[in-house]
């Protein structure tokens, strides 16, 4: 059974931090992608970061050098450090895994995804 679990969602205030973690199991890609994704109110999902299986990583120019994209291999666990917190960050975020292998730029569309966890950044 494949679960994936994201954590670590509340609020804080502009200018703060806040680190989210996503818990993934029970799939089987021999070289996985994963990556943060998040979705406003009124608005289109958004590619936040990503991290592919060679540690490659790519990240929304609207979070470059605020937020940094991690993984724990061991615990098959995938993060997300969010600095410098701005109000228009305010978003449902979600984690997703997949396989770029198989699905090239669509391997969220085609992948596993989780119920996401709430960010609201107050001003």
């Known amino acids: 059974q494949v679960q994936v679990v994201e954590s670590g969602g509340g609020s804080v205030q502009t200018g703060g931090s806040r680190r989210l973690s996503c818990a993934a199991s029970?799939?089987?890609?021999?070289?996985?992608?994963m990556g943060w994704f998040r979705q406003a109110p009124g608005k289109e999902r958004e590619g936040v970061a990503e991290?592919?299986?060679?540690?490659?990583?790519t990240y929304d120019d609207s979070v470059k050098g605020r937020f940094t994209i991690s993984k724990d291999n061991t615990k098959n666990t995938l993060y997300l450090q969010m600095n410098n917190l701005k109000p228009e960050d305010t978003a449902m975020y979600y984690c997703?895994?997949?396989?770029?292998?198989?699905?090239?730029?669509?391997?969220?569309?085609?992948?596993?995804w989780g119920q996401g966890t709430q960010v609201t950044v107050t001003s």
């Open positions: 997703a895994a997949g396989s770029r292998d198989i699905y090239g730029d669509r391997w969220a569309d085609n992948g596993y």
């Open positions: 029970g799939y089987y890609y021999s070289r996985p992608t």
């Open positions: 991290i592919d299986s060679d540690g490659s990583i």
